[in-house]
C-alpha cells in the first residue's frame, strides 16, 4: 500500500512539473498568467511549499511582465511580481519593482501598500551599525516620504517605529566611533566626536554615554598633559563634568565622575 502511495505521489509531482514546464514553454501569455496567478495566491494563502510556489510564479512573471505592461492585466501582475520578490526576501528587487509601481499607477487601490513595501524593503537592506549606513540613510529617507505622503495609513506607527530603529542605529555607529577614540587614548579626537555627537543626536539613548565619555576624555586628556597645558585642559574636564551633573544629576557614572572631579581638585592645587 505505500509503495502505491509514494508511486502515485512521484506520478503526481512528475505530471505537475510536466505541465509547468509546458506552461513556461508555450507562447499563451493568458495561460501563463492564470497559472502564475494561482501559484501566487496559493503560496499567499500558506498552501503547500510557499517558497518553491513563488519561485515557480516568479519564473513566469519575468516572461510576461514586458507583455502585458500597459495592457489591463498589467496593473495587478506587476504588483504581484513585485510582492513575489518581496516574499522571497529579495528585498534590493522589491523595492525596485515597488517604486516602479508606484510610478506606473498612482491611482491604484494598491498604491498605499506597495510604498510601504518598498519603503520597508530599504528597510531590510540596512546592514549592522558597524557597516557602511549607506542603505540605513535611505532606508531613512523612503519610509519618511511613505509617513509624508501617507499621513493617516494603519502603517504609520509600524513605519515610524522602522525609522526609530534606523535612526537608533545610525546613532550607535556614531557614537561607537568616538567611543573608540576614547577606548584608543585619543582623546582629543573623542571629545571632539562627543561633541559632535551631542549636538547630532539630542534624542540619542546613547546621549548619557557620551556625555560621561566626553568628560572622562577630557578628564584623561588634562592629567596626562605636561604641565603647562594641564591647567586649561582640566578646566574643560571641569565644565564636562559640570554638564553631566546637571543633565544626569543621578546618572548611572555619577561615583566615577565624583571621584575623578576630586582628583582634578587635588592636582589644580599642586598646579
Known sequence: MKKIFLLLSVFIVATSCSEYQKVLKSKDTGLKYTTAEKLYDEAKAGEGNTNRKFKKALRIFEQIVPDLRGKPQGQKVMFMYADTYYELEDYFIAGYQFERFVESYPQSE????????????????????????????K???KLQGFINRFPESEKLDE????????RVKLEKKAYEIAKQYHHTRNYKAAITAFN?????????????????????????????????????????????????KRYYPEGKFISETEA????????????
Do not use: C, H, W
Not at 513605519?159 to 526609530?164: C, E, G, K, P, S
Open 110 to 137: 494598491k498604491l498605499e501598500e506597495a510604498a510601504f513595501k518598498s519603503a520597508k524593503s530599504y528597510y531590510f537592506l540596512s546592514p549592522p551599525y558597524a557597516l557602511d549606513q549607506t542603505e540605513t540613510q
Open 196 to 244: 559632535n555627537f551631542i549636538s547630532e543626536y539630542p534624542g540619542s539613548p546613547f546621549r548619557e554615554l557620551a556625555f560621561y565619555y566626553r568628560f572622562d576624555s577630557a578628564y584623561q586628556y588634562g592629567i596626562n598633559s605636561y604641565a603647562y597645558a594641564m591647567p586649561e585642559r582640566l578646566k574643560a574636564a571641569r565644565k564636562f563634568y559640570e554638564d553631566y
Open 139 to 141: 532606508g531613512i529617507e
Open 159 to 166: 513605519a515610524n517605529d522602522l525609522v526609530t530603529e534606523l
Open 260 to 271: 575623578a572631579l576630586s582628583d582634578i581638585e587635588q592636582k589644580e592645587k599642586s598646579l
